[in-house]
């Protein structure tokens, strides 16, 4: 198979979908592998270090999509990316469908197979390639949301870890899953005071017992996220509904209840966003102010630590990428139901449910779009 990797255009965004190793990799699987120039130069990967693992340099990103089989990305194609993409041609990359029509409609004009790394499963209800990103997301976002919170960049002027006699900051995370963990951890590594709300028992008690009591865990209930949020110096919003738009939980009501210069980081922006007021921004004007409280809605965050989170993000999609061109997508999708998970646009039809329904759009299931060559597999 012939592979692409084309560099990423979006505003400030410098990760890479395959590194040299990974090029490697697909070379002694017998494959064919063209990059753009300068695709990971961002990231300090030298197109030196390419074409030494067995890649060929193309100068444009239409010479990619022109010729690839397969268009490995990071972040979901840009209109211009989508106007070059072919009927049958395989995309492999976050799509976040399910709060961009616009992007939907283009994907299904195509006709290509597009296959979303963020509802990919593991089998036991994780998203394993969402997970690295939401690993270094949920780091950043109270590096960042420290930051906002300085006087200068409109934040209330609290140190979140405190100093002696001066009580710290408090942090509210919402939801306790892999971003909601992760940002804990940090904040409580920096001396923050963290309390972080859900709504599983179980998972309630795994995070209690995994900080040993240093944090607060609460059932998360509306009447428990008011009182909380209007505490709040800092609010990370965590929550994942997979594929699927993100619920807006925190509403503009409650942040008028809120400490003027109260920062909030929006980690599910890019799912649309947990709370009403969000709107995604850049890391090039990374945050606004609306009802008196700092916005941080960075829709592509780990693209600003972009070389770790090129390497935490290819150690995830390597194996797949192999699957998909060592099978081609068909044998691929039918060999493996959780990969399968992943497919999200096939040949001008929707086909995840739940970015058929946020958006209203007729939905075909996997299994209906596959059925023609179904029906020859042991499935």
């Known amino acids: 198979m012939l592979i692409g990797v084309p560099k990423e255009i979006k505003v400030h965004e410098y990760r890479v ?8 990799e697909l070379k002694a699987h017998g494959h064919e592998v063209i990059a753009q120039v300068s695709a990971g130069v961002g990231i300090g ?83 394993p390639l969402l997970a690295p990103m939401s690993e270094v997301a949920g780091r950043m976002s109270i590096q960042a949301g420290a930051h906002a919170m300085e006087k200068a960049q409109g934040g209330n002027g609290v140190l979140l870890g405190g ?7 408090d942090v509210v995370v919402i939801g306790g899953g892999v971003v909601g963990y992760n940002a804990a951890r940090i904040a409580v590594g920096m001396g923050a005071k963290v309390t972080i709300l859900d709504r599983s028992l179980p998972r309630l008690a795994w995070l ?62 890019d799912q649309g966003g947990c709370f009403e007021t969000s709107r995604a921004t850049t890391h090039q004007n990374p945050t606004y102010v609306e009802e008196g409280i700092v916005h941080y809605c960075v829709a592509n965050m780990p693209g600003g630590v972009a070389r770790t989170s090129t390497f935490a993000l290819t150690n995830a999609t390597l194996p797949f990428v192999l699957a998909l061109a060592d099978k081609g997508y068909k044998r691929a999708l ?9 497919l999200n646009v096939h040949l001008g039809q ?20 596959l059925k023609p060559w179904w029906a020859a597999s042991d499935h």
Not at 101 to 127: F, H, M, N
Not at 334 to 342: A, F, H, K, T, W
Request: aromatic share 4%.
């Open 163 to 169: 100093v002696p006699g001066v009580a710290p900051g």
């Open 45 to 127: 990967i030298a197109d030196s270090a390419y074409t030494a693992a067995g890649a060929s340099l193309v100068d444009t990103a239409a010479e990619i999509f022109a010729r690839a089989e397969m268009v490995v990305k990071v972040k979901e194609p840009q209109a211009a990316e989508c106007a070059m993409l072919r009927e049958g041609q395989v995309l492999f990359t976050y799509l976040h469908l399910a709060p961009d029509p616009e992007q939907t409609k283009a994907l299904v004009a195509s006709g290509c197979v597009a296959i979303a790394y963020e509802t990919v499963s593991d089998g036991r209800g994780g998203l």
């Open 350 to 369: 929707v086909t995840y449910k739940a970015v058929a329904e946020a958006l209203g759009c007729e939905y075909q299931s996997t299994k209906d779009a």
């Open 208 to 269: 209690d017992t995994a900080f040993d009591g240093r944090l607060t865990t609460l059932y998360s209930t509306v009447d428990a996220l008011e009182t909380a949020v209007t505490q709040a110096d800092l609010v990370i919003g965590a929550v994942l509904v997979p594929g699927a738009a993100a619920p807006k939980l925190v509403t503009r009501a409650m942040l008028k209840e809120m400490k003027p210069g109260t920062v909030i980081v929006d980690v599910a922006i």
């Open 17 to 24: 979908g395959l590194t040299p190793a990974g090029v490697r």
């Open 334 to 342: 039918l060999d493996d139901p959780n990969l399968r998970e992943g």
